[in-house]
């Protein structure tokens, strides 16, 4: 059977190997029952002949043949493969010698005999057997033939054909033994190829020097090449360097181990990287000596990754959840240090011994807890929108430099008392420094960076500024900056800083208040309005925090822009007088109608109070002359928005304020759609909300 080997895709070239030695056996096998039959054939020519040849010349010939046999054997595989061609043709030539040139001679007879014989048995014995009838119909014909002519008595003839068809019987059934042997073997070969195949894993046999002499289709697949790519080849030639460590440590591992499984990186020609799955099984051969060993890979890529996606997975959710409880406890720090403030304060200013000084010195340090409980709640009420996914964004055309000069101004005070000098630069002028953005977020990212500044300074200057990109015609974008010169942040937090519930730990914690969102609600509000953010930062020398917006804004002046401060939408003032204003107060809580109360009690004439919206939309119909309605949005009954609805049913002049506890982004447009003139959030800061009255009323 020839096999295509290119085809198949592996070396059986072994396998041919034992074939063909099974085949110069064979041949062995057969001199020897050549061997064997010339003294038998001598003694049958002796007794038929004996008189008529030279036993010394018979002695000779059977000698000489039995030798030229023998070394023509094991001399060469090609003189074995094509002697009995030569043989045959060589005792044909002899046999018509001797019949029609010698025939008269004293020793043809003998020799002629002697030739036959040897000639039939050969003719079996160095041929397949299924040429056998052949070669016997043609060495049978010849020997009547000559029988025939030779004039030996028909007893002798048949003692002659008896023993030549014996010998001929005999070759015939070890031979066609051997040959199923031969078949068996080519069979099974051919069963094994189909398997290693048919296998979907990928398969392989080294040799003693690990390379490849055998690899299946499945192998060319995970290893990406062709089957003259990988035969032949070392398989370390497909190792990375990982890959070869690993294997040279199995190598020493196995020791006296038949079977053993491992993981294994390879790269393959195309420089992937894989890792492959191997079970390694030593076999040896007749001797029991090692003589190789067979491979069966398996792709584990896939795996691999996934399992470690998951065990990050896995660990980035236990440190979500060891961050999120060490926030619920940094929270619960950050928002009872200021309320044990509050109380403590408020209940020593209930001392009469108190002189003014203290008095005032208490009242200060209570509104500063207060501030710092009120800026930790709104952080943790943006992070949770955010998280949900509720945060909106809220474009108009918003003035950069005003809100640059703004925040100078409002934080110039702060960082003077520390000793920080502060500065800013703008580099667009007024009519180009418009943009379309979320004011109110935009004024909160550069808060919070200006705020860290002068947190983490004790001393030098902060600047802040702004860049634009490809200024040249028009640019595409703003670089915004805050730069300090305090004490920097150290290269392994300058990512964490930016992550929720992670507070970097610059120099001691305990030093810094508070609950370390603000760069991440930083970092969430500029990728809502298309931006980016990102620290330069050198421990002992300084930090610049950058961010990008991009430009968005026309380029003509703007005849107005509305400043996030003054922000309006409402309808132009009605000529009051704010000290004779009739006033609704809308507010189900009592210590906040308390407050409010007494906000508004120097500008009012009268005050109504009721406590749900329904008895609000009531006193509005009943008291069609109030001039100012402040109105609580969560209420029993009736909520503010609905109340301000039917309102607006029956009076469109009234002014209405609405004011929560929500203080979500977002409140104060739907207060606006509900009817309301204005919003402002609790807790109510009185300057704020006086001169939020004084804009509805002239004095």
């Not at 008189?51 to 010349?57: H, R, T, W």
């Not at 061609?85 to 003998?110: E, G, Q, R």
């Not at 107005?560 to 189900?588: C, G, Q, R, W, Y």
Request: charged share 25%; hydrophobic share 40%; with cysteine.
């Amino acid at each position: 059977m020839k096999v295509n080997k290119k085809k198949l895709g592996f070396d059986i070239s072994q396998t041919e190997e034992s074939i063909k030695g099974t085949h110069l056996k064979n041949y062995q096998i057969s001199i020897l029952f050549i061997a064997i039959s010339f003294p038998i054939t001598g003694l049958i020519i002796n007794y038929i002949a004996k008189d008529m040849y030279d036993p010394l010349i018979f002695r000779l010939i059977l000698s000489s043949l039995f030798f030229i046999f023998l070394a023509a054997t094991y001399l060469s595989k090609f003189v074995v493969k094509y002697f009995h061609i030569f043989f045959n043709i060589f005792l044909t030539f002899i046999l018509f010698w001797s019949i029609f040139i010698a025939h008269n001679n004293d020793y043809s007879f003998a020799t002629t005999i002697v030739f036959l014989l040897v000639a039939s048995i050969n003719s079996v014995a160095l041929s397949t057997y299924k040429y056998i009838p052949f070669y016997s119909a043609f060495t049978l014909t010849v020997t009547l033939l000559f029988l025939y002519n030779s004039g030996i008595e028909p007893i002798h003839s048949f003692a002659i054909v008896v023993s030549m068809l014996t010998f001929q019987f005999v070759a015939y059934i070890v031979l066609k033994s051997k040959s199923d042997v031969d078949k068996n073997l080519i069979e099974s070969e051919e069963k094994f190829r189909l398997l290693v195949q048919a296998l979907g894993e990928g398969v392989g046999i080294i040799n003693k020097d690990d390379v490849f002499v055998l690899t299946n289709p499945s192998a060319h697949g995970i290893f990406e090449v062709e089957p003259s790519e990988i035969v032949g080849q070392p398989i370390t030639s497909f190792l990375t360097k990982k890959g070869i460590e690993q294997y040279s440590n199995k190598i020493l591992e196995k020791n006296d181990q038949i079977s053993i499984s491992f993981e294994l990186e390879i790269i393959t020609p195309k420089k992937n990287t894989k890792t492959l799955l191997i079970t390694e099984t030593n076999f040896t051969n007749k001797n029991k000596s090692f003589h190789g060993t067979i491979l069966v890979f398996r792709d584990i890529t896939e795996r691999i990754e996934t399992e470690n996606e998951l065990l990050t997975a896995k660990e980035k959710a236990e440190e979500s959840d060891r961050l999120k409880s060490a926030f619920l406890a940094n929270m619960s720090h950050e928002i009872r240090t200021p309320m044990n403030s509050i109380l403590g304060f408020a209940h020593l200013l209930e001392q009469h011994e108190l002189t003014g000084d203290q008095q005032q010195k208490y009242i200060n340090i209570i509104q500063k807890s207060g501030t710092r409980m009120l800026n930790i709640l709104n952080d943790i009420i943006d992070i949770s929108k955010i998280e949900a996914g509720l945060m909106t964004i809220n474009s108009e055309d918003t003035n950069i430099n005003e809100q640059i000069k703004y925040i100078y101004t409002f934080f110039k005070h702060e960082a003077e008392a520390k000793g920080i000098s502060i500065s800013f630069r703008n580099s667009l002028p007024t009519n180009k420094a418009v943009i379309r953005t979320d004011s109110e977020k935009f004024y909160a990212i550069l808060t919070n960076l200006v705020k860290n500044a002068i947190k983490y300074s004790n001393t030098g200057h902060i600047e802040l500024g702004y860049n634009p990109i490809n200024s040249s015609t028009r640019p595409e974008s703003l670089t915004f900056y805050v730069k300090d010169t305090g004490i920097g942040i150290p290269i392994d937090r300058q990512k964490a800083i930016f992550e929720r519930f992670v507070q970097a730990d610059i120099e001691d914690r305990k030093a810094y208040q508070g609950a370390g969102l603000g760069l991440s609600i930083t970092k969430a509000y500029l990728e809502m309005l298309g931006g980016k953010i990102w620290v330069e930062s050198e421990e002992g020398v300084g930090t610049t925090f950058y961010f990008t917006l991009p430009y968005n804004a026309e380029l003509e002046e703007k005849t107005e822009v509305k400043n996030f401060i003054e922000t309006s939408l409402v309808n132009n003032p009605i000529d009051h007088k704010t000290s004779k204003l009739k006033v609704l107060i809308a507010e189900d809580d009592v210590p906040s109608e308390m407050l409010i109360s007494i906000i508004v009690e120097e500008l009012s004439s009268e005050i109504l109070k009721v406590t749900t919206g329904i008895e609000a939309v009531e006193a509005c119909r009943n008291h069609p002359d109030i001039d100012l309605v402040l109105m609580d949005i969560q209420m029993p009954e009736m909520n503010g928005y609905e109340a301000t609805r039917q309102i607006r049913s029956f009076n469109k002049n009234v002014i209405i304020i609405a004011e929560t506890a929500y203080g979500l982004s977002g409140d104060r447009e739907k207060s606006i759609k509900a009817g309301c003139n204005d919003y402002i959030p609790k807790p109510i800061n009185k300057d704020d909300f006086l001169e939020l009255i004084h804009k509805y009323f002239k004095e």
